[in-house]
């Protein structure tokens, strides 16, 4: 990364570090995108929640700014049309298998789902879609976090940061529908070999993995 | 799946063998993980832990492998290996409502083996004969036009074929 340079987003100046992602810059400055799977400190994104969607002018169409680095003279849209309709539409499919049950849940009002529907003007309901409830069961076994997989949306956030952090007991099994944050074998988190460092709840955006109050 | 102290034995010593023959790089998983399938017929829960050790990555994550694939089975295969068919036609014709009732007779679910190891039981993409949609096959026999009644007769039949074998060979 060398020097800085100067981007508009949405008109507005911005002096950023070349390569910076989009995203980033745009949340140091005050301008809110949408983002669930992002981390500032994981250089390769997942780019996997598909939220995060903006305009560059001379693109012919939007791009996930988790993954795109500025460049001098960038201008930047966080709304459009189409961007717009990507994110409702990859919202929606988001919420249509995430049990929502905010009134009790540990997240509410710190969920970034419910931050996204804000900002956005979404609904949590998942409009055109079914819901579909996996019904998995919560696993509450370790000392102190809860792990409610039908609420994870699948972001990965949990997975890196317990390999980065914590014991590398986090991990991605299954495929499709069936796709799950679990452990090896599937064994609950308390018999997992888990050294309960919590990082993970505090690293998931939304009430999948929580401290227990 | 309950394994035996032996089967778990076996497990350890066959991968060990076949994984020294990979060096450490993570590339090697996948072929390691096929050869271990082809000689113990299933990678069990050791296999996978000796493979995490060999490539040096968290067991989760070769566990995530083998659960991604549909050819990784993880349990061992049944005498009897009954195979539903899920693709295209067989799906349009109620595959599911077969596979519900395979895991209805045999009480395990898809991908799981019986206790006593008599039947195991696992989905399959199209196996070329659409036309008799929906199809199963226990072991290489082929039986189309499948109904739920049909399912209760195979798994019936088999046991009293088992039953008579028993009867007929005295200790
Ligand atoms: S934050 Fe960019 S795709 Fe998830
Ligand atoms: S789809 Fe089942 S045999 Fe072709």
Known sequence: ?213 | MQLTEEERKEAVEKSREILARYDGSRGGLIPALQQIQDVLGYVPAEAMREAAGHFGMPAVDVYGVVTFYNQFRLTPPGRHQVKVCMGTACHMKGGNIIMESWERVLKVKVGETTPDREFSLERVACVGCCTMAPVALVNETVHGKMTPTKVDGLYFSHQLANQQKKEGMPE
């Not at chain 1, 390569?19 to 996997?48: M, Q, T, V």
């Not at chain 1, 791009?63 to 001098?72: I, N």
């Open chain 1, 1 to 213: 990364m060398s020097g800085k340079v100067r981007i508009t987003i949405d008109g507005k100046a911005i002096e950023t570090a070349a390569g910076e992602k989009i995203l980033w810059a745009a949340l140091d400055n005050g301008i809110y995108i949408p983002h669930l799977c992002s981390i500032r400190e994981n250089h390769s994104p997942f780019a996997s929640c598909r939220l995060c969607f903006v305009e560059i002018e001379g693109y012919p169409g939007p791009v996930t700014a988790c993954t795109e680095g500025a460049a001098e003279g960038m201008a930047v849209r966080t709304r459009s049309e189409r961007v717009d309709r990507l994110v409702r539409t990859g919202f929606e499919m988001i919420m249509s298998n995430h049990r929502t049950e905010c009134g009790v849940c540990p997240k509410n009002r710190s969920c970034a789902l419910q931050k996204i529907a804000k900002e956005r003007g979404l609904r949590l309901k998942p409009g055109r879609l079914e819901k579909l409830d996996r019904n998995l069961p919560v696993d509450d076994t370790a000392e102190s976090i809860i792990y409610d997989p039908n609420k994870c949306v699948l972001c990965g956030r949990c997975v890196w940061t317990c390999k980065k952090t914590g014991s590398g007991t986090l991990g991605f099994a299954k495929r499709g529908f069936d796709r799950m944050v679990t452990t090896f074998l599937e064994a609950p988190l308390g018999e997992s070999g888990c050294s309960g460092c919590s990082a993970c709840a505090e690293a998931c955006p939304v009430g999948a993995l929580a401290l227990k109050r």
